[in-house]
């Protein structure tokens, strides 16, 4: 089984509703980013969490770590088609943080 | 001003063939990546240079060999090809932070390998 696994693997959602999507680490977490990748291209980061219960927000996307730091989520409001691309999360499961392991990614697709 | 940047953005080559993929990083980053997306879209890292020296060599065949001739540059050799090569194969920065776990990658655009 995967260290990290999210969830959903793909969703579609009509422009303007709320989704979110789970991040879930079979070990410790000593950090939790989150990549958006536009269907072929490279990984833009959004944001790195790493203390139990910390929230971060940038533009409509909301992403927050758990107190047991081992599962995250990101939350979109009012999805655009902007939004659209493969999610991943990527984790350090030391505490060198040289290494990130990369979940299976979710694809969200927005519908007009 | 591209932060890193990969050569070339597409590769078609024939099976055992050798071939090259460069990365370059203009950010000043010392810690370097390599990392390998397959067809469901997993990306797994392979390698990991900080100031030219590896620290990170996952279970990849010796066919690929790193090769990082300064901390700007971490070029990707590939030897013998195989059909399972074929995946994009992403490059990464990211600087060190003395005491923290802040581990904030930069990617390049990737590279797609075809393996025919």
């Known amino acids: 089984s995967q260290e990290l696994e999210q969830s959903p693997q793909s969703l579609i959602v009509q422009e303007g509703k709320n989704l979110t999507i789970n991040c879930t680490s079979s070990?410790?977490?000593?950090?939790l980013y989150w990549y958006k990748q536009k269907y072929g291209e490279g990984l833009i980061f959004l944001m790195m969490?790493?203390?139990?219960?910390e929230e971060k927000s940038h533009e409509k996307i909301t992403a927050k770590l758990d107190e047991k730091k081992q599962q995250s989520s990101l939350h979109i409001t009012a999805s655009q088609p902007s939004h659209a691309g493969i999610y991943l999360c990527?984790?350090?499961?030391?505490?060198?943080?040289?290494?990130?392991?990369f979940g299976t990614g979710t694809r969200l697709q927005v519908t007009l | 001003d591209t932060a890193v940047s990969q050569t070339p953005k597409y590769l078609v080559t024939q099976m055992g063939n050798d071939k090259s993929i460069k990365c370059e990083q203009n950010l000043g980053h010392d810690t370097m990546y390599w990392y390998k997306q397959d067809s469901k879209k997993f990306l797994k890292i392979m390698f990991s240079y900080n100031n030219k020296e590896l620290i990170i060599n996952e279970t990849v065949p010796n066919r690929f060999s790193p090769k990082s001739p300064d901390k700007a540059h971490l070029n990707l050799h590939i030897n013998s090809l195989e059909l399972g090569d074929s995946a994009v194969y992403f490059c990464a920065s990211s600087p060190r932070i003395a005491h923290t776990n802040y581990n904030e990658q930069f990617f390049g655009p990737g590279t797609r390998l075809t393996v025919l």
């Open positions: 070990k410790t977490l000593y950090g």
């Open positions: 969490l790493q203390k139990g219960g």
């Open positions: 990527g984790a350090a499961h030391t505490g060198t943080a040289s290494k990130l392991t």
